[in-house]
């Protein structure tokens, strides 16, 4: 992976989160690839961003933190033999995980999900963020490279997780998460306030929606037990630890007969005509 250009303690900061977050998937890439095969949970969230869009048959893409592939082969599937997907993350182990699965279809490459456009300008109709834009150390500068990277008037296409809530009072979870005498996370619980204002200044035609996604307890455990997941809720533990919790709020919800809501934010927009 690149380093900073010019290492400033702001760039700094920035790779070491970036690093942080690759070396947890690196280490959940097995775990996180038996998920999506049990509950294909990424590829339903991906359906759902892209379902009503037509123009993608044929197209050239670039899917931005492609991870086990479960993104790039709903991608394959939707551009069909003559389009083609590129799968960049930042992690080999869920690299090899994407590539282990698609055989050759795709081609992945690992690079920063911020800095990617040298050497790709124009290149692409549309670039997809499946689950991914709000983990980014720098959201907007990933945008703008996806802008750079599109041709005139292609389009970007974007989910990301606003928050999570429990029980029919819903609860905000990052609330229930302090309550217990724990500090919650950025990530995955509290919205990164700033996706739709970048995108307003970068691109053009937005269009946004919310998409509820309900988990029983069990897959509550089964998604935020994973290292990356558990990382965003429970920062300040230690990944067993991590695992440990989540799965005592599963136990305790599942014998309330309590659901978490999860809501994901859908988003399209397009580069303007150059
Ligand atoms: C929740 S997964 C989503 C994967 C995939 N899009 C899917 O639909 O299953 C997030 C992915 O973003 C990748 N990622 C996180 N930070 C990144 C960065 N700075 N650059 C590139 N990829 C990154 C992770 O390695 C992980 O594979």
């Known amino acids: 992976l690149e380093v900073a250009e010019v290492a400033t303690p702001e760039s700094m900061r920035s790779l070491e989160t970036r690093d942080r977050i690759r070396r947890n998937f690196d280490r959940a890439a097995v775990e996180y690839a038996q998920f999506e095969a049990r509950r294909v949970f990424f590829r339903d969230l991906l359906a759902e961003l892209l379902s009503g869009e037509r123009e993608l048959q044929g197209a050239r893409v670039l899917d931005v933190g492609c991870g086990t592939g479960a993104s790039t082969e709903f991608l394959l599937e939707t551009v069909g033999t003559g389009g083609s997907v590129l799968g960049l993350d930042a992690s080999l182990g869920m690299l090899r995980e994407a590539r282990r699965r698609l055989h050759g279809r795709a081609t992945f490459i690992q690079m920063d999900g911020c800095r990617f456009s040298k050497g790709l300008r124009g290149a692409f109709g549309a670039v997809v963020y499946n689950a991914v834009l709000f983990m980014l150390p720098d959201a907007p500068g990933s945008l703008a490279c996806a802008r750079d990277v599109l041709k005139s008037r292609g389009a970007v296409y974007i989910s990301w997780l606003e928050g999570a809530f429990v029980g029919p009072e819903r609860e905000p979870l990052p609330q229930i998460v302090r309550r217990k005498g724990f500090s919650p996370g950025r990530h995955a619980l509290s919205p ?34 994973m290292e990356p997941m558990s990382a965003g809720l429970l920062p300040a533990l230690a990944y067993p630890d991590r695992r440990r919790i989540v799965e005592e709020f599963a136990k305790e919800w599942c014998a309330e007969g309590k659901f978490v809501e999860q809501v994901w934010y859908l988003a399209s927009a397009r580069k303007p005509e150059q």
């Open 192 to 225: 990164w306030p700033g996706i739709l204002q970048v995108l307003e200044e970068l691109f053009e035609g937005i269009r946004v929606r919310q998409f509820p996604v309900r988990l029983a307890p069990e897959d509550f455990s089964l998604f935020y037990g």
